[in-house]
């Protein structure tokens, strides 16, 4: 795919001979506007009935990530110098494990490394200190990534930005997925992320390449595009830009204002009330349509329009959640003490862990961080002082700052948990024990 204007197909960098090769090669040229992440998009939209079992997604030229030099001392890293070897390793990979999403980057462990952004540069070593080494960071800038993808997700997937959650991703937007992963979602999404990759808007492009995990590998419902909202940093008008040195605390309030979630989130600080609150989707994928519940997904046309998100019950005639909305390493985890499951009111699990008490291997620690971008994983109080150390000499030992920070959020039943959980870990006052219903005579036990 080549982007390109006609002015420029004179000029010789441009204009370069297609290589020879036994395989067979499509060229495809388009006017050179938008990002390069617009690219995939615009392959899905026109192949969406056709796909390969796999789609590989790769930069024409090389692109930096892929290398190892440029990660610090990281003896044990594996990285490539050249697309050839990209090709060489990742394509029998894909075939080997049969990955429904598998990024294009150096592999430490057998795991890619992947990068977020920051909200802040301040206190960076605290920051990252308990960070895995597949996890590397982007300097927070003028531009304000970390709040624009926000804003991305919150347009698309309809959910409050209001956790100021972070999202791993893939630079340079280099991966394959698998034709599955790319059907569970309508043609029209993908169609309707084109267009906007293609608009004026070139800032989307920055932000959806942070979002590549959550639209290839994820179940996550996105919302149908026509009910997509203007992306505020695409307002010629109001565009967030911002001045260096960054402030993280004007941008946060700024985007606090225009969320309309000040009573929700942490400015860098102060101590602004904290909550964790569960966004519900606002609709679900039927597959070729959608829905605000599984069970409104038939419209009288039964099994067939029952697809996506959603399962056929054979039992009871219904269209119902799918089970294979939580992940498939979901119920070994939970044979784990620190794990403890969650169903909803269908006394169904959903894709949340609650961990309970502190590890009691390095396996469960090396489990809970191999899953915790595909699982929810919150910490709850429920053993003895966890997080904190217990006053019990018989207990398990462990560093509480191991536990406070590990988890995106904590429900907790501490009387003043702001001393104990940094600003930036959402916390809500409810405890193991909130959980259980238990049936008794209230007359005769109370």
């Not at 309707?192 to 995990?213: H, K, N, P, Q, W």
């Not at 119920?331 to 894709?351: A, C, G, M, S, W």
Request: aromatic letters at 12%; charged letters at 25%.
């Amino acid at each position: 795919l080549h982007k390109i204007d006609e002015s420029d197909l004179s000029k010789p960098e441009c204009s370069l001979k297609i290589p020879e090769t036994s395989l067979e090669i499509i060229h495809v040229r388009l006017p050179n506007k938008g990002r390069d992440t617009h690219s995939p998009f615009a392959y899905i939209s026109n192949h969406y009935e056709n796909l390969a079992s796999f789609t590989m997604f790769l930069q024409a030229g090389y692109h930096w990530t892929v290398g190892n030099d440029w990660v610090p001392s990281e003896s044990a890293v594996q990285g490539f110098k050249s697309n050839a070897e990209v090709l060489n390793y990742f394509v029998p990979q894909v075939f080997e494990s049969n990955l429904q999403f598998l990024p294009v980057m150096p592999i430490i462990d057998g795991q890619p490394i992947l990068f977020v952004d920051r909200d802040t540069n301040d206190n960076k070593a605290e920051q990252d200190k308990d960070d895995p080494p597949t996890l590397k960071k982007f300097d927070a800038c003028a531009h304000d990534l970390a709040n624009r993808v926000r804003e991305t997700h919150r347009a698309l997937f309809g959910t409050s930005p209001c956790s100021f959650r972070t999202f791993p991703f893939v630079p340079g937007f280099q991966f394959i997925v698998s034709k599955d992963a790319i059907l569970a979602r309508p043609k029209v999404v993908w169609e309707g992320i084109e267009g906007l990759a293609y608009s004026d808007c070139t800032d989307f492009g920055y932000a959806v390449e942070r979002l590549s995990i959550n639209l290839f590998n994820s179940t996550e419902a996105i919302v149908p595009p026509d009910r997509w909202t203007e992306l505020l940093y695409c307002d010629s008008e109001e565009k967030p830009y911002f001045n260096e040195p960054f402030d993280a605390s004007a941008a946060r309030e700024f985007w606090a204002e225009k969320w309309q979630c000040e009573r929700q989130i942490v400015s860098f600080g102060s101590t602004k009330q904290k909550m964790l609150r569960a966004v519900k989707p606002t609709t679900v994928s039927c597959g070729g349509h959608f829905a605000s519940t599984c069970g409104d997904c038939p419209q009288d046309m039964g099994e067939s329009w029952c697809n996506g998100d959603c399962d056929w019950d054979e039992s009871t005639s219904k269209c119902i959640n799918s089970p294979s909305l939580v992940h498939p390493a979901y119920t070994n985890l939970i044979k784990f003490r620190p794990f403890q499951p969650v169903v909803d009111e269908h006394n169904r699990y959903v894709n949340v862990i609650l961990v309970r008490s502190p590890f009691e291997t390095e396996e469960q620690k090396a489990l809970c961080e191999r899953y915790k971008d595909d699982i929810l994983f919150l910490g709850i109080t429920s053993f003895e002082a966890y997080p904190l150390r217990s006053p019990n000499p018989h207990s398990i030992e462990f560093r509480p700052h191991d536990y406070i920070s590990r988890f995106p959020g904590w429900l907790n039943m501490y009387a003043s948990p702001d001393s104990i959980f940094p600003i930036n870990v959402p916390v809500i006052q409810l405890s193991h024990s909130d959980f259980s219903v238990l049936e008794i005579d209230y007359d005769a036990e109370v």
